[in-house]
């Protein structure tokens, strides 16, 4: 267990924010050659690591979610807890890519595949052509111990821009700010009640009618459910500050954009959040999170979104819905790394590993998450390869409330040497 933890702070120690992950790539290739394993990369930077005549492969993306101070990150334990220092902890997926360190210094037989920029697209696993041997594979990007998941959603980044032009303002200059909001995943976390600073800067600026828009900057990620949101107003009567929402008057005199009435409407419709629930599996069927919107000083407005469903006819139709919605504030619209779903499907690979889990935790239970794993994207490309999902307990990926259980590691470790040694 010990090497297993003190390989991830070593992970912790470098930077590896996604599109700026090549120092812990060099790392992780220079550790696999150091115990003889053979290593491929790709021209996306995936990694691919192979010994002997292996029958399964490990899966995990190596690049992680930037949130707050990162990619300095600081541990400490808790409660039984691993967590960072205002800054998000890259448990998800450096904890599985922990695992794999110390099967290397086992020198097991498997093969591991390391996909790049999966926190942005799923880049790497788009990309993916390695001849993979084995006919089995366990991805280790799942966040609930005893778990055994077996679908998850698809998905696709909307964004939408409009070019606007500046007018004189009427009245008191304002700056409204959301800020340090937990924030939370776009997908596992969307359903949990979680507020968006966007949402909220919306409601008020839309309560409060106000019509004159200077500048909007909000959200960080587009995976991440929005913490701050700050906007730069006009308004003829006075306003005040909220629990949530901060108002404090500017003695600056900027311009406002001709259509920033349109803006803080489309914010305050937009329907974020979970749009239908699937009561068979227990989770969101079909969901948006309003990520990010900015507006710069030439009045180019930029909105992002990331869109999930369980099903690509269902994807399909709030893709629709969503380019409409923004085609009727005259954005201009486009769809990037759209990645499919995975749909559930038992075998006897995921019995086995449903067998597994329940001897060490002595329950299981077989899942679909409302997330995209890159076990839909690989299927697609390994057909007839068999493929699960597990991985500790983490919760609040993508914030600075991201934290690992102490013990999960240890016991899904556990699940995974005894499903290495059936296989």
Same mark, same amino acid.
Do not use: H, P, W
């Given at each position: 267990m010990s090497a297993i933890i003190d390989h991830f702070k070593t992970l912790t120690q470098i930077p590896h924010c996604s599109k700026e992950a090549d120092k812990l790539l060099d790392f992780l290739v220079m550790f696999a050659k150091d115990r003889s394993y053979s290593v491929e990369i790709d021209e996306v930077k995936n990694i691919f690591i192979s010994r002997g005549t292996p029958t399964l492969c490990l899966q995990a993306h190596y690049d992680? @979610?930037?949130?707050?101070?990162a990619p300095i990150v600081e541990t400490y334990e808790e409660d039984g807890w691993m967590k960072a220092k205002d800054s998000s902890l890259g448990a998800d997926n450096g904890m599985a890519i922990a695992m794999m360190m110390r099967l290397m210094d086992e020198e097991q037989e498997l093969e591991f595949l390391l996909t790049s920029d999966e926190? =942005?697209? %799923?880049? $790497?696993?788009?990309? @993916?052509?390695?001849?993979?041997? +084995?006919?089995?594979? %366990?991805?280790? /990007? +799942?966040?609930?111990?005893?778990?055994?998941? =077996?679908?998850? !959603? $698809?998905? @696709? /980044?909307i964004t939408a821009v409009k070019q606007d032009s500046y007018v004189d303002a009427k009245g008191e200059c304002y700056e409204v700010a959301v800020k340090g909001l937990v924030g939370g995943h776009s997908g596992v976390d969307i359903d949990k009640g979680i507020p968006s600073a966007i949402k909220e800067l919306g409601a008020y600026l839309h309560t409060h009618n106000v019509t004159q828009l200077a500048s909007i900057y909000g959200g960080e990620r587009r995976n991440s459910i929005p913490a701050n949101a700050v906007a730069i107003i006009y308004s003829e009567t006075a306003l005040e500050s909220t629990d949530m929402v901060q108002a404090r008057k500017l003695n600056e005199q900027p311009l406002v954009l001709g259509e920033g009435d349109k803006v803080i409407d489309m914010i305050h419709t937009f329907e974020h959040g979970v749009r239908a629930q699937n009561v068979e599996l227990g989770i969101p069927d079909v969901s948006i999170n309003l990520a990010i919107i900015t507006a710069d000083e030439?009045? *180019? %407005? &930029? @909105?992002? &979104? +990331? !869109? *999930? !469903?369980?099903?690509?006819?269902?994807l399909e139709i709030l893709s629709s819905e969503t380019v409409s919605f923004f085609e009727s504030y005259g954005f201009d619209v486009e769809l990037e790394d759209k990645y499919p779903a995975w749909k559930p499907d038992i075998s006897d690979f995921t019995n086995l590993v449903s067998r597994e889990m329940k001897s060490v935790f002595g329950t299981t239970k077989m899942m679909a998450i409302h997330a995209g794993l890159e076990c839909g994207v690989i299927g697609e490309k390994y057909p007839q390869m068999k493929l699960a999902s597990i991985g500790p307990t983490i919760r609040y990926p993508h914030s600075t409330r991201e934290k690992v259980k102490m013990d999960s590691v240890e016991k899904t470790f556990e699940v995974l040497q005894r499903i290495i040694d059936k296989v």
């Open positions: 992680m @979610v930037c949130m707050g101070k926190e =942005i697209g %799923l880049i $790497g696993a788009n990309e @993916v052509a390695f001849d993979l041997k +084995s006919k089995q594979m %366990l991805n280790l /990007d +799942s966040e609930d111990e005893a778990e055994v998941y =077996i679908g998850c !959603a $698809g998905g @696709v /980044d030439k009045g *180019r %407005l &930029t @909105v992002e &979104t +990331s !869109a *999930r !469903a369980m099903g690509a006819e269902k």
